[in-house]
C-alpha cells in the first residue's frame, strides 16, 4: 500500500510550473518582440532580414524546424518513460538531468553573440530553440505523466492543478511585468538589447532553482505502486490512444484552443502598443490585469466546473475568447475614439480576457487526467508517458504555429525599413479566432459525463 502524496510535497512539485510560467513567457511572449524588434523597442535587428518565398522570416522557419524535430522527440520520450526501469522510478529521473539544460538553453537563445543581422545569430537561436524544446519534452512529459499516478482522485487532482496553475499563470504576470524592469534598467543608461537580456537572466536563475526543487520533491516510488509497463511498438500505442474517441475529441478542442491562446501571448505586446497605442512602459498593467483577475476566479471556475462540469467553463471561455479576437481587430479604431484613456481600454481587455486564461489553463489538464484514468481503467495498461507526450506536443505545436504563422503575418503591410505593419497585427486577430470558433465546436462535441461516470462507477465497484 503506496502512502498518500503530502500536500507541502505537492506544493513543492508544482513549483516546476514557475518556471514554465517564466520560460514559456519568454518564449511565447517575447521571442518576436526580441528577434523582430519595432523602431520603438530600440534593440538591434539580430536576425538577417531575408524572407523564404518572399514572406516567410528567418524567426518563422527557425520555429518551424525546431518544432519538427520537437514533434519527434515527444513520444520517443514517452515511450522512454512509459518504459524506464530505473531504480528511482519511471519519470523522476527524467527530471532530475532535464531541468539545468531547460532553464541554460531557455537564457542562451536570447545571448546571440554576433553583430546585427548576422547569419551566426540565425543558427545560434536554432540550436538553443532546439535544446530548449527537446528539454522540455524531457522534463515535462515525465513529469505530467506522474500526476495520475502519485494523484489518483480526479477530485484531488483538479486541486493539484488549480495550485498548478496559480503558480503557472502567477510567474506569468511577473514575465508580463519584464517591460516595466527593463525600462527601468534602461534609466542607469543600459542599453535596450542589454536590459533585456538582464533581465531574462533573473528569470533564468528563478527558473531554475523551481525546476530542481520540483526535480527533488519526493521519492517516486515511495507513491507509485507498480504499473504494467505498455507491451507492443510505439507506433501501437499511439494507434491505441487515438482509438480513444473522448480523447481524439478533447485533443481537437485542446488543440485549437490552444492555438488561439498562443495567438494571442504571442502578439499581446503588439496588440497592447500598436492597436491601442499604449506606451511601453505601461503595457505591463494590461498583462498583470488579465493575469491577476483570471487569478481571483481561479476558485470560481473550480466551484462552478464542479457543479456544471468542466466542458461547460471550457465553452464559455471559448465563446468570450472569440469575441476578443473581433474587439482586437477593431482596437485602432475603439482607441482612436478615447483619445487619452488607451490604457484604460487595454485594462478593460485583460479583464474580459482574465476568464478564457483562468479556464483554458486550469481545465483541459483536469480532462485530460480523466481520460489517461478511464484508458488505463478499461485497458489495463498506464500509458501516462503517451497522454502526456500527446498533451505536450498540443502545447509545443501551438506555440510553434504561432510564431511561424504570425512572425509571418505581422510583416504584411511593414513599412519599409521595419518588420511589422498595423495590418498585419489586425489579421493575427482574425486567424486566431477563426481557432477558437474551432475549438468551441469540439469541446460542444466531448462527452464529459460518460468519461466521469465510468470512473466513478469503477471506484464504487472497487470499494
Known amino acids: 500500500m503506496t502512502k498518500a502524496l503530502p500536500k507541502r510535497k505537492m506544493v513543492r512539485y508544482c513549483l516546476s510550473d514557475i518556471a514554465k510560467g517564466l520560460f514559456n513567457g519568454m518564449i511565447g511572449n517575447y521571442l518576436l518582440y526580441f528577434f523582430q524588434p519595432t523602431v520603438k523597442s530600440g534593440i538591434p535587428s539580430l536576425l538577417p532580414e531575408n524572407k523564404l518565398l518572399g514572406f516567410i522570416t528567418i524567426m518563422a522557419l527557425l520555429t518551424g524546424i525546431g518544432k519538427v524535430i520537437d514533434a519527434i522527440t515527444d513520444p520517443w520520450v514517452a515511450g522512454l518513460s512509459d518504459r524506464c526501469t530505473h531504480k528511482d522510478g519511471r519519470r523522476m529521473p527524467f527530471l532530475k538531468y532535464a531541468a539545468a539544460p531547460y532553464a541554460i538553453s531557455c537564457l542562451m537563445i536570447f545571448m546571440a553573440p554576433f553583430k546585427q543581422g548576422s547569419v551566426g545569430n540565425a543558427i545560434w537561436v536554432g540550436f538553443f530553440l532546439i535544446a530548449y524544446y527537446t528539454s522540455y519534452t524531457f522534463f ?189 481587430f477593431f482596437g485602432d479604431k475603439l482607441a482612436a475614439l478615447v483619445p487619452g484613456n488607451e490604457l484604460f481600454l487595454g485594462l478593460f481587455m485583460g479583464v474580459v480576457v482574465s476568464f478564457p486564461f483562468a479556464a483554458i489553463n486550469i481545465l483541459p489538464q483536469s480532462c485530460m487526467s480523466d481520460i489517461i484514468q478511464k484508458d488505463s481503467i478499461e485497458h489495463g495498461v498506464n500509458r501516462e508517458g503517451f497522454f502526456s507526450a500527446t498533451k505536450t506536443f498540443i502545447e509545443k505545436i501551438a506555440y510553434s504555429l504561432a510564431m511561424v504563422v504570425v512572425s509571418s503575418v505581422l510583416a504584411i503591410g511593414a513599412p519599409q525599413g521595419e518588420s511589422v505593419g498595423m495590418l498585419g497585427v489586425k489579421l493575427t486577430g482574425v486567424f486566431a479566432g477563426v481557432f477558437s470558433l474551432v475549438s468551441l465546436i469540439f469541446f460542444i462535441l466531448y462527452d464529459e459525463k460518460s468519461v466521469t461516470e465510468f470512473i466513478n462507477k469503477h471506484r464504487k465497484e472497487s470499494k
Open 140 to 328: 515535462f512529459i515525465p513529469r505530467n505523466a506522474l500526476i495520475p499516478e502519485v494523484i489518483p482522485d480526479a477530485k484531488d487532482r483538479v486541486g493539484y492543478y488549480g495550485i498548478s496553475t496559480a503558480f503557472f499563470m502567477g510567474s506569468s504576470s511577473f514575465m508580463y511585468a519584464a517591460t516595466l524592469f527593463v525600462n527601468i534598467i534602461k534609466g542607469f543608461g543600459v542599453s535596450a538589447l542589454w536590459s533585456w537580456r538582464i533581465v531574462f537572466t533573473i528569470f533564468a536563475i528563478i527558473g531554475l532553482t523551481c525546476v530542481l526543487l520540483g526535480a527533488t520533491a519526493f521519492k517516486e516510488k515511495d507513491y507509485v505502486t507498480e504499473n504494467k509497463k505498455p507491451d507492443g511498438s510505439l507506433i501501437k500505442s499511439v494507434k491505441t490512444i487515438f482509438k480513444n474517441k473522448s480523447f481524439v475529441l478533447f485533443f481537437a478542442g485542446d488543440l485549437f484552443s490552444y492555438i488561439s491562446m498562443a495567438f494571442f501571448q504571442t502578439a499581446m505586446l503588439y496588440y497592447i502598443t500598436m492597436l491601442l497605442n499604449v506606451p511601453e512602459s505601461q503595457s505591463f498593467l494590461v498583462m498583470l490585469s488579465a493575469i491577476g483577475v483570471a487569478l481571483c476566479l481561479f476558485p470560481m471556475i473550480v466551484k462552478l466546473s464542479k457543479i456544471h462540469g468542466k466542458k461547460t467553463m471550457l465553452v464559455i471561455a471559448s465563446v468570450v475568447f472569440t469575441v476578443v479576437f473581433a474587439f482586437i
